[in-house]
């Protein structure tokens, strides 16, 4: 994304390189977990067992996947106090955004799932 002007010899847009979305993709998703209360860690890890890997999940599928992650996160918020409730809930916004292009949503499940968790 450099480009070099000819008058001058000089590159341009540098900052670009560095702004590029994909860049911190991962870092905005779990940047800092150390320095929460409870690290939402082992939470996403469980969350992320209830997707299929690397394969989409058609329109039908996500009645199902919607039905372990709601049951997961009802067992989960049962026996949490308030950091580790943040730390689900934070898991789970977390693997559900890296997920998202896998995920066929036409029914609405998925996200009427993430509505009832916020």
Do not use: C
């Amino acid at each position: 994304m450099v480009t070099r002007n000819i008058k001058y010899g000089n590159d341009f847009f540098k900052t670009l390189e560095k702004s590029n979305p994909d860049i911190f993709f991962e870092e905005a998703l779990q940047g800092n977990w150390d320095i929460l209360p409870v690290n939402p860690q082992k939470q996403a890890e469980a969350l992320r067992k209830k997707f299929k890997k690397k394969t989409h999940d058609s329109k039908g599928q996500t009645h199902a996947l919607e039905e372990k992650l709601a049951s997961y996160i009802e067992k989960q918020e049962i026996k949490a106090s308030l950091p580790k409730l943040f730390a689900l809930y934070r898991a789970f916004l977390t693997v559900i955004l890296e997920n998202m292009d896998i995920i066929d949503d036409s029914y609405g499940v998925i996200g009427d799932l993430s509505i009832s968790v916020f």
